[in-house]
Nanobody, 125 residues
Framework: QVQLVESGGGLVQAGGSLRLSCAASGRTFSNYGMGWFRQAPGKEREFVATINWNGGITYYADFVKGRFTISRDNAKNTVYLQMNSLRPEDAAVYFC??????????????????WGQGTQVTVSS
């Protein structure tokens, strides 16, 4: 079973940047669709970005388009989320997730069957 471990969160000023990483164990990572989600206190987990198995197709939530970039390096078993122009409303716990069945890009949490533990992103105004 693949395990996911996120890193790269922290405190940043509004307008700043962070790069989140999600390292996966297991040899089948390259077959998986991957996604990033986030959850702020008192709110539901929401979709941020997704990427297909080879990185050729990506899709973003409207509120991050032009600011965040999802990418992956299958040789390193890692998916990334580059976050630029951060806003206070981007503060949340960010989770990476894997769709081990490779069913295609999805914004739906239910399609992802493997989740990391999350990494906290705090944005000061």
């Amino acid at each position: 079973q693949v395990q996911l471990v996120e890193s790269g969160g922290g405190l940043v000023q509004a307008g700043g940047s962070l790069r989140l990483s999600c390292a996966a164990s297991g040899r089948t990572f390259s077959n998986y669709g991957m996604g990033w989600f986030r959850q702020a206190p008192g709110k539901e987990r929401e979709f941020v970005a997704t990427i297909n198995w080879n990185g050729g197709i990506t899709y973003y939530a409207d509120f991050v388009k032009g600011r965040f970039t999802i990418s992956r390096d299958n040789a390193k078993n890692t998916v990334y989320l580059q976050m630029n122009s951060l806003r206070p409303e981007d503060a949340a716990v960010y989770f990476c997730a894997a769709d081990s069945l490779g069913r295609g890009l999805s914004v739906n949490t239910r399609q992802y069957d493997i989740w990391g533990q999350g990494t906290q992103v705090t944005v000061s105004s």
